[in-house]
């Protein structure tokens, strides 16, 4: 280790009860996107937090919550562009917290509270690493930060892509941090360069203007069977998506992601025994099973149509609905997607079947190759003395997008404090203070070393 | 006419007034067999009735609610048992109704009330019309009369097949006059010589212990698409059942069946208005639509899976349901069908899927040929003075079997009051007092037919 490092290092253990402190202060306001709450002080502290740490920082308008704009120059021309969000998931159900959710409580070297993983800990984190670059730096940053937290992660960030369009000049980089990552099981740091898109949709099928008796089903057209027989023709039972034209945009992996992915482990027995699994999806197993986040999907999230309380009704139900979400690979887009979705619905005889869109986000990804890529796997393994485990693509859909592809194609990278056992979403919510203190040295080499300074 | 007719008739129309008022004062009793309430008040009210009209009468236990048994002996060895019901169906919803549904109201030559048509007026039809043969005939009924007056009918009759089975012998008939009928759009007298058998089940699919995230869902097997799967695998998009030996006892409909089948309207246009339908189900159209009855159905009651709610939730479900019914012609058996049902989820794959059985009942059909529906045929012409419109066999079902197997394969036949508008089950049901007095001019020359004494 280099002397300057020891010295960052030597800052953050030195500091470490003052970002604690901070923390339990942020962990202390609640910010629930889903129910506006406390949404607006949030949005003020953080900012506030971020002027303590020598930021000129503002709160600004979005169509929806309003996003904490942060900025401090650096030496470099360079510019990292940190992505957090000060919102949280709403923490019910409250009787299974130890202690409650907007108390935080440090209990053998952990800290419990609602947000200290997803996202307020990476956050004072980022804050704590440029603290610490600064201490040995003349009180200078080396490069460019710029942070965009915005305020409605939790509830899909729905506002956050125009924000950004809005706003390019402004928030202009060369890189970006993303929020999650951590460390694995094995001790590895765990990094993410990506993830896949998502586009959400109702499908609604109607037979007949009311239920008829069942004693006439040899009459009266099923909805509930119409629904069955769409779905059919959407997906084969190989998995297979059969919309005309849906894989066209699909890029295979290259071959630097499918060497990242057999590094990978994919945990299968303790997925098994989590979820009560007996086979994955189409027997997958091994490089298969990984290889498929590759793949795009057709989930059915949920499907109503006729009775459904206790026992039976002799009904032929009118209407049937399915809600669907098409997880989508690079370089599929939700746009391209929902338009071949309808004509494939015309095209087969469900012109009449209307589609209701929610939400959605396209693929984005980082390249393993691209110099930010393998700067944070580097000082990923420096810090953490074990190779990183690094996720090519993630399964599910975050709003990278939104950032990468406006902002310049640039290189987006998930590195975190969580672990597997911090209950992200769920009661118990907690970091390792020794993942705090990890996670901020790995933040402040990735700084570091990206300014060009120091090479 | 002969003038014993002529004399019946005269005594109908003589007496109507006391049978309306019989009538009324049935209806004012409410019997709601789903929520039991007033079942052991009507059960005696109904005792009382019959003995009013010179039946010997008892209340009798059955596994359920209790069933009105009635007696009368007549000249002829031949016996008739009439299978009524004086349960209703909830009369709710209150505000669709013009008057209070248990507060009978004589409107325009109708009377209004629930139970009015179903089935409380056709008991009381049937006492008048035995009143007015008695009243030609000495004081004395031609044939004897038994009476099966259940409290079930309207919750699918779950205990009648085990009465009838515990009393074979009290019951014992030589042809059975059955509830419902009436008259058609066109005047003519509507008569049901059978009903299709049902089977209904519940099947449960599950592929994880808990709900997963989407963005897994190349990982994580879904119990909706599972489900679609069992579906597909369940019934062809040509309406044929794929389940091994379904169709080993279905008797195709007979010369005669098909012959009737061909006198009977469809009213396609009318159902197409009704129930907003484009087209009914393979496109059938006239004869193909009606034969069609004759083939069993395979019915999508309702489908449970997943999230429901507004919006959009990127979740997996782990458990997925569909009720289904099974509507049987002649000769399948629900036994026959459940236990094939079972044999073929674990022949293709779906053994691990569980099946909850509920309600079921066998077909049942009585042959245009026999001499008993040839007199309700007959007789039905002469009082209406048009040709009768046979349902060979109705595509609901009722417990005819219950009687019409255990009892030696008896002929029975629904002849009844009602007409198109009513509205049975629904709010201002009603009868028309002019369909009152030629449905019981019906059943008394069907009971004095029977007799055989007056040939």
Redesign the interface.
């Given at each position: 280790m280099t002397t300057r490092n020891a010295q960052i290092d030597q800052y953050i253990e030195d500091n470490l009860d003052r970002y604690i402190d901070e923390l339990v202060e942020l962990c202390r306001q609640p910010s629930i996107s889903a129910r506006h709450e406390g949404i607006n002080e949030c949005a003020a502290l953080v900012a506030d937090l971020l002027r303590r740490h020598g930021f000129e920082a503002e709160v600004m308008a979005s169509e929806g919550h309003p996003v904490v704009y942060g900025y401090a120059e650096g030496e470099s021309p360079r510019t990292i562009l940190c992505y957090n969000h000060y919102d949280v998931q709403p923490p019910e159900p409250l009787e299974l917290w130890t202690t409650p959710p907007f108390e935080p409580s440090l209990r053998d070297g952990k800290l419990y509270a609602r947000g200290v993983v997803d996202d307020k800990g990476e956050i004072i984190a980022r804050l704590a690493a440029l603290d610490a670059i600064r201490s040995v730096n003349g009180g200078k940053l080396p490069c460019t930060i710029k942070f965009a937290i915005e305020g409605e992660e939790e509830v899909g960030s729905p506002y956050v892509a125009g924000f950004v369009r809005d706003h390019t000049d402004l928030l202009a980089a060369d890189a970006s941090i993303w929020e999650g990552g951590g460390v694995s099981p094995e001790g590895r740091p765990g990094l993410a360069l990506g993830y896949?898109g998502?586009l959400?949709v109702?499908l609604f099928v109607e037979?007949?203007?009311?239920d008829?008796?069942?004693?006439?089903?040899?009459?009266?057209?099923?909805a509930?069977?119409r629904?069955?027989?769409l779905?059919?023709a959407l997906?084969d039972?190989n998995?297979h998506i059969k919309i005309t034209g849906f894989y066209d945009n699909v890029r295979p992996p290259s071959a630097l992601d499918m060497e990242l992915l057999a590094e990978q482990p994919t945990h299968e027995e303790m997925?098994r025994d989590?979820?009560?699994?007996k086979?994955?999806?189409l027997g997958?197993t091994g490089m298969a099973?990984k290889e498929?986040?590759f793949?795009p999907?057709?989930?059915?999230?949920?499907?109503?149509?006729?009775?459904?309380q206790a026992?039976?009704?002799?009904?032929?139900?009118?209407k049937?609905s399915?809600?669907l979400?098409f997880?989508l690979v690079p370089d599929q887009e939700p746009d391209e997607i929902f338009a071949k979705l309808r004509a494939y619905l015309d095209e087969i005889g469900f012109a009449d079947v209307e589609i209701a869109r929610?939400?959605s986000m396209s693929p984005s990804k980082a390249e393993p190759d691209d110099p930010f890529v393998q700067l944070t796997i580097r000082t990923g393994e420096d810090v953490y003395g074990l190779p990183a485990q690094v996720t090519t693509l993630?399964?599910?859909?975050t709003p990278v997008y939104a950032f990468a592809g406006p902002l310049g194609n640039i290189p987006v990278v998930s590195a975190g404090i969580g672990y597997w056992d911090s209950r992200g979403h769920a009661p118990d919510e907690n970091i390792r203070i020794e993942d705090f203190v990890t996670g901020t040295r790995h933040i402040a080499r990735i700084i570091d070393g990206f300014s060009g300074l120091f090479e």
């Amino acid at each position: 280790m280099t002397t300057r490092n020891a010295q960052i290092d030597q800052y953050i253990e030195d500091n470490l009860d003052r970002y604690i402190d901070e923390l339990v202060e942020l962990c202390r306001q609640p910010s629930i996107s889903a129910r506006h709450e406390g949404i607006n002080e949030c949005a003020a502290l953080v900012a506030d937090l971020l002027r303590r740490h020598g930021f000129e920082a503002e709160v600004m308008a979005s169509e929806g919550h309003p996003v904490v704009y942060g900025y401090a120059e650096g030496e470099s021309p360079r510019t990292i562009l940190c992505y957090n969000h000060y919102d949280v998931q709403p923490p019910e159900p409250l009787e299974l917290w130890t202690t409650p959710p907007f108390e935080p409580s440090l209990r053998d070297g952990k800290l419990y509270a609602r947000g200290v993983v997803d996202d307020k800990g990476e956050i004072i984190a980022r804050l704590a690493a440029l603290d610490a670059i600064r201490s040995v730096n003349g009180g200078k940053l080396p490069c460019t930060i710029k942070f965009a937290i915005e305020g409605e992660e939790e509830v899909g960030s729905p506002y956050v892509a125009g924000f950004v369009r809005d706003h390019t000049d402004l928030l202009a980089a060369d890189a970006s941090i993303w929020e999650g990552g951590g460390v694995s099981p094995e001790g590895r740091p765990g990094l993410a360069l990506g993830y896949r898109g998502v586009l959400g949709v109702e499908l609604f099928v109607e037979t007949m203007t009311r239920d008829a008796h069942s004693g006439g089903a040899h009459v009266f057209p099923n909805a509930g069977w119409r629904l069955v027989r769409l779905l059919e023709a959407l997906k084969d039972e190989n998995e297979h998506i059969k919309i005309t034209g849906f894989y066209d945009n699909v890029r295979p992996p290259s071959a630097l992601d499918m060497e990242l992915l057999a590094e990978q482990p994919t945990h299968e027995e303790m997925l098994r025994d989590l979820f009560g699994i007996k086979e994955f999806v189409l027997g997958r197993t091994g490089m298969a099973l990984k290889e498929a986040v590759f793949q795009p999907t057709c989930n059915i999230q949920g499907i109503t149509t006729g009775y459904q309380q206790a026992g039976m009704k002799t009904v032929i139900p009118a209407k049937a609905s399915v809600k669907l979400d098409f997880r989508l690979v690079p370089d599929q887009e939700p746009d391209e997607i929902f338009a071949k979705l309808r004509a494939y619905l015309d095209e087969i005889g469900f012109a009449d079947v209307e589609i209701a869109r929610y939400g959605s986000m396209s693929p984005s990804k980082a390249e393993p190759d691209d110099p930010f890529v393998q700067l944070t796997i580097r000082t990923g393994e420096d810090v953490y003395g074990l190779p990183a485990q690094v996720t090519t693509l993630g399964g599910g859909s975050t709003p990278v997008y939104a950032f990468a592809g406006p902002l310049g194609n640039i290189p987006v990278v998930s590195a975190g404090i969580g672990y597997w056992d911090s209950r992200g979403h769920a009661p118990d919510e907690n970091i390792r203070i020794e993942d705090f203190v990890t996670g901020t040295r790995h933040i402040a080499r990735i700084i570091d070393g990206f300014s060009g300074l120091f090479e």
